[in-house]
Structure formats: C-alpha cells, structure tokens
C-alpha cells in the first residue's frame, strides 16, 4: 500500500479511492482539500505511500531494518550482563541444571606436606614405603636389628680345652672331698707342686677308672658339651695325707686313707674323720715296703693295683 497526495475531489482512470468528506476520516483530514492524503491501491497488491510529495517506501525499509539491527544488539547486550545460563543453584532437594556448572575450587590442605601435591596422600608408615624400582637396590629394614658382637668363650671352657693327655696338673684334694681349683692349670710335671697327671680325656667322668690315687674330673660347657679329665696321684716321698687308723686285736694296726688328698705334713689338725696325717715314704710297683724301726710303716695298693704307697705317721 502507497499514499500521495493529489485528485481529492473524486476516482481517477485508476480506480483510485481517496479520503473526501465527513465520513472518511480513516483517510484524510476529512475536507478533502488538497492537504490530503491520497492512498493509491492496486490490484498488482504492491503499494507506493506518497507523503507530502515524497515517497516513504525506501525511508520505511530503511528504518524498519535500523530497528531490527538494534533490537538484535539491545537483546545481545541484555543477554550479556543477564547471563540466565548462570543461574543460582537450586535450594531444597531441586537439581541443579547439568547443562552448565560452576567449577568447583577444592578446600586447601591446611598442612601440605613438603614437595607434594594435594592428590598426595600423607606418608604415615615409612617401614611399608615402596621399594626403589631399581631392582639390584635392596629395600631398608626398619626392624633389622645390629648384629650383637661375639661373645668371648668361657675362660674354664678354654681351660678345660687346652689340656690334652700328660698334662700335669696342680689340682688335689684339699682334704674333705673337694678339689683346690675350679680350672685345670698346667705345670711342669717335674715341679714339687705337680700332684696330678691327665692320663685320659673323655666326655663323662664315669668314663675314669676308679681306684685309690685317681680320680675322674668332669665339666660342661656353656655350648651344652661336657668334657671329663681322668686324673692320677703324682706320689712323691715327702708328701703327706690323712687317713684314719685302727688298731686290730692282734696289734697291728689298718688304715683307710685319703690317696688323692694332699695335707700338710707340719699341721696338728686333721680333716674331720680323719686321726693321722701319713708321710709317703716310697712308692713301689710290686714287693714290700721298706721298714722303719723308729715307726710302722703302712701302705696302700694304688692305680688299680699296679703300684703300693708306702708311708708312716708323722703325728703322734
């Protein structure tokens, strides 16, 4: 549709219509002078507005598409600052929209550990701590424990080791059935004080022959071993021992003695049990004793009956 002014006053050859009169005030000024407006219809069903002389199709255009471009640019700045994708989270048990999130900011770790970041979890037990991945370095171990220094051995086990058979020994009967020494001691066998001799090592003193002047001396060590040193009298003259003497009915006087003892031969007491203190004399393989005419001499098989002690009272 298309106004112009011009031709108030009825149809033209165009079969125009155009506002005159009181009745067309849809159309004009209602006068049909010529200050109206003339609206110019074709069949065709294109217009052309005429306004004041001028034609408006192409301003109208013009300014409809100026007003569509900045409708487009206000609602573009609207959506901008409005943000709707933006939205708050839902209150109460309303899902929050999966179509757009905020990004969530993880709570800081109030103590971080040294070096590390926050998907490290904190080291609690260094013993169960991961190998090195190189396999030819063994792995630490918290509980392996120093090796304790060696244990010196027993010095009556040395001692006790370090005798073989022929030693001579400084060991005897003190007099009641107990040896001086705890620990066997060598000393030379031509010495006065060398009153014993080795003639057997065993493991059990009940492996020692028993008889009068020996004697079978046992001991365990700390390793749970046992060792035994099987022991003869060294008889010499000049030596004493306590025995204890009876008088027969025939006057003759028996005698039981201690051979493995060794008693001072100056003393004036005895072991208790014990009435003589006897002086060895001789000792001989076979035969009798030598005699004295001053006192009676005594004596004593030993060694299992290979040899005689021969010996007289030295105490009145």
Partial sequence: MSYSRGNPGGFDDDDDYYGGGEDDDDYGDGDGGPGGTRINARASGRARVTVAGRDITSSYFISVSSAVLAGLLGLALLLGVWKPWQEAAPAGNEKPSTSVSSPVIPTPHPDPPAGGGEDEEPEEHPSSAAPDDDPTTPAPSATTPDPSP???????????????????????????????????????????????????????????????????????????????????????????????????????????????????CDRTQVPKGQNAIMGITALVSGGSCPQRSDRRTLSWTVFNGSAKVCAVQVNS
Avoid: Y
Avoid at 189 to 208: I, L, P
Avoid at 226 to 238: H, N, Q, Y
């Fill in 150 to 264: 060696s244990v010196p051995p027993d010095p009556v086990d040395v001692a006790f080791a370090s005798v073989h058979v022929g030693t001579c020994l400084n060991v005897f009967d003190e007099g009641w059935g107990k040896l001086n020494r705890d620990r066997p001691a060598a000393v030379d066998c031509g010495a006065s004080f060398a009153f014993t001799k080795v003639t057997m090592v065993t493991t059990s003193a009940s492996n020692c022959p028993e008889g009068g002047g020996q004697h079978g001396w046992g001991h365990v060590n700390d390793d749970g071993s046992s060792i035994a040193l099987c022991l003869d009298r060294v008889f010499g003259t000049g030596q004493c021992f306590p025995a204890v003497l009876t008088k027969q009915a025939d006057g003759s006087v028996r005698g039981t003695a201690r051979l493995f003892s060794v008693w001072g």
